[in-house]
């Protein structure tokens, strides 16, 4: 749904794992509504099948 440009991260935020090598990661964060959203703007996608 990213790759597809349906959703968009409302926010990111620097994660840091412990004392992992890699340093932090940027999380993508969504907001529910978008994401409840969907089945009402996509109604031509199969969301039974997709769950």
């Not at 990111?12 to 978008?34: C, H, I, K, N």
């Not at 409840?36 to 769950?51: C, G, I, S």
């Amino acid at each position: 749904m990213v790759r597809l440009g349906w959703i968009k991260p409302a926010q990111s935020v620097e994660v840091r794992f412990g004392t992992s090598q890699a340093g932090a990661v940027d999380v993508p964060l969504y907001t529910t509504d978008s994401v409840d959203a969907l089945p009402v703007t996509r109604t031509k996608v199969d969301w039974e099948r997709l769950r």
